[in-house]
């Protein structure tokens, strides 16, 4: 197996991590003041509006963070991930399993590392990813953790002051659709207030929309990134879930197989 390969499914891993972040832990709150009247502004709301981002994306949290776990299902241009989360202490946890060129790869986020099962060429099983370390497998995923990968609190401050508008609400359900910069969602250098609004130099926005069911709780959320249909869908609400770090014993570094020449 060459240094390509492990790479590219490395990058897999990355971009199906990437579209969970970007459309499923996209905020919260640590005003809490601001739960107690989420209710009645969700029922209130009429087709058109124009409401806060950040705000909707408290409730979205806040309600996920009190059902405490669920299974999703992640759809990135054709390819399916499926697995489960759960949220500890504030933090988002995730297991995941997801097809990366024909093969299955598995990706479990847990205690502010990430461990990949399925790369070629390694010594172990599972290869354990430190988005602290300096290599540059770690830093492809530091700008995730750093966005808000195991911490959705720190997504909530980068959507404040955004517009969302509300496209439909039947069935129980609310369609909100709001405008982001990838980059902000995902911790990168555009991410601060003061950066240049100049087409040039700042990503192409995305739209994402949400809908949100009678609880805050996320039915789906969607959105096309780099020209790829994302979709984020959420069910079994409280389910029991098991997500821990695999045995030390299966846990080895990351390695280039072919790096050497």
């Known amino acids: 197996m060459t240094m390509n390969h492990t790479a590219r ?8 991590l990437a579209g969970l972040l970007a459309l499923g832990a996209c905020g919260s709150s ?5 739960k107690g009247s989420s209710q009645s502004q969700a029922a209130d709301v009429k087709v058109g509006a124009k409401v806060d981002g950040g705000e909707v994306a408290s409730r979205m949290i806040a309600a996920m963070e ?5 299974a999703m299902t992640i759809e990135v241009a ?20 997801m097809p990366v060129d024909g093969q299955s790869m598995e990706v479990i986020s847990v205690d502010k590392l990430i ?27 530091k ?14 401050e980068k959507l404040k002051g955004s517009e969302a508008t509300v496209k439909s609400v039947e069935g129980g359900n609310t369609t909100y659709e709001m405008t982001v910069d990838p980059s902000t969602l995902l911790g990168g250098p555009s991410a601060s207030p003061s950066a240049s609004p100049s087409a040039s130099a700042s990503p192409q926005k995305v739209a994402v929309t949400y809908v949100l069911d009678g609880d805050d709780r ?26 821990q770090a695999p045995p030390a014993d299966q846990v080895g570094p990351m390695s280039f197989p072919g790096a050497g020449g």
Do not use: C, H
């Not at 640590?30 to 601001?34: K, N, Q, T, V, W």
């Open 115 to 141: 461990y990949l099962k399925g790369i070629p060429g390694q010594s172990k099983p599972w290869v354990k990813i430190d988005p602290n370390a300096s290599d540059p497998v770690s830093q492809m995923f």
């Open 30 to 34: 640590d005003d809490a003041g601001s």
């Open 78 to 97: 054709g390819e399916k991930a499926t697995g489960d989360f759960r949220f500890v202490d504030g933090r988002l946890e995730q297991k995941m399993s």
């Open 143 to 156: 700008g995730m953790v750093e966005g808000g990968l195991t911490s959705p609190t720190k997504l909530a």
């Open 9 to 16: 499914r490395t990058s897999g891993a990355a971009l199906a």
């Open 218 to 243: 996320p039915v789906t959320m969607s959105a096309a990134v780099m020209g790829r249909d994302s979709k984020v869908s959420y069910s079994d609400w409280g389910k029991k879930v098991d997500i």
């Open 66 to 70: 009190k059902a405490g776990s669920g």
